[in-house]
């Protein structure tokens, strides 16, 4: 299975990485007429998200979104697989802050933060170079990957440029043993709930949706400031991350409220531009349980 990793990454990830941007896109048209026209991947769990999130929508209004998601979808591939390899003039060229200073004025405080986004637009891109347009110490909160192998790639490729990547498990700990450092620890909280009872229930994109309760309670436990991390797409294989300020004071909030900002600042950036979240994943398949 090791060699078969290694072939793998030196012999079909890296030369693939290695291509220019124009390349990697002729590549990404390829790979939508493949996905969307012949093997149609997931595609009854894309257009079914898609409906239940806009009901009022036709049937086309559907379909062309999944049709333009298709085609995001392939560009979110073949730039991922070019994080692997990009150049740091690379990061800095095609992910941009519009404004830095709403993490970094915390910077000069003092002050740790904990950033909150979802699976929108080209979150890996983020990943690869946050770390480049703000003053704190990027730290990717994450689910570690069953192969091994590639966990350890997956780490080294985002930790380049100076990310950490932490696992969900090592959250306290990790908080504990760095109060004094200046931290920016990045939550996604749009990923299904494991334990669906522990969740906060809310409505989002028409639907009962449980979300991670995480980055509210540790943002109250340590009294870290909360901010919103929206990516926008310039155009293709450029994106300008853009902050809001959820809270300063996360203690003085009540029960819900950092998990419902967030969410509907995610769910206004969907809204706007459908086809750029991850539709693909199987968001919703807990049911809310009862009393909650």
């Known amino acids: 299975m090791i060699v078969l990793n290694v072939l793998l990454y030196y012999l079909v990830i890296i030369p693939i990485s290695l291509l220019p941007f124009p390349v ?32 009022e929508m036709t049937n086309e209004q559907h379909k062309e979104i999944c049709r333009k998601f298709y085609k995001h979808f392939c560009d979110l591939i ?9 150049s ?4 800095m060229k ?3 802050c519009a404004n830095p200073e709403v993490a970094n004025k915390y910077y000069d405080e003092q002050r740790s933060v904990m950033f909150a986004g979802g699976h929108f637009n080209n979150w890996e891109l983020l990943a690869v170079g946050i770390s480049k347009r703000i003053k704190h110490k990027g730290v990717g909160i994450y689910k570690p ?3 091994k192998y590639f966990d350890n790639k997956m780490q080294y490729t985002r930790g380049r440029f100076g990310l950490t990547l932490l696992s969900t498990k090592s959250v306290k700990r990790f908080l504990d043993d760095n109060k004094d450092k200046l931290t920016g620890l990045i939550f996604g909280i749009d990923q299904s709930p494991s334990n669906p009872k522990a969740a906060y229930w809310m409505r989002f994109l028409n639907q009962d949706t449980g979300v991670q309760y995480g980055i509210e309670k540790f943002a109250k436990d340590y009294n870290s400031p909360v901010i919103f991390g929206s990516i926008q797409k310039i155009k ?14 996360p203690q003085e909030t009540p029960y819900g409220f950092i998990i419902e900002k967030c969410t509907q ?3 206004k950036d969907i809204i706007e531009k459908p086809e750029y979240w991850l539709w693909s994943h199987k968001r919703w398949k807990h049911k809310r349980p009862e009393g909650k």
């Not at 939508?32 to 806009?54: E, H, P």
């Open 265 to 267: 600042l995610l769910e």
């Open 236 to 249: 293709r294989g450029h994106y300008c991350l853009e902050l809001t300020d959820v809270t300063a004071n």
């Open 145 to 147: 990957l069953s192969n």
């Open 88 to 91: 740091e003039k690379q990061i």
């Open 94 to 96: 095609r992910f941009t």
């Open 24 to 55: 990697l896109y002729g590549v990404s048209n390829t790979l939508y007429v493949i996905f969307y026209y012949i093997a149609g991947y997931r595609k009854k769990v894309i257009l079914g998200n898609i409906q239940k999130s806009f009901p």
């Open 78 to 86: 073949v730039e991922s697989i070019k994080c692997f390899t990009i």
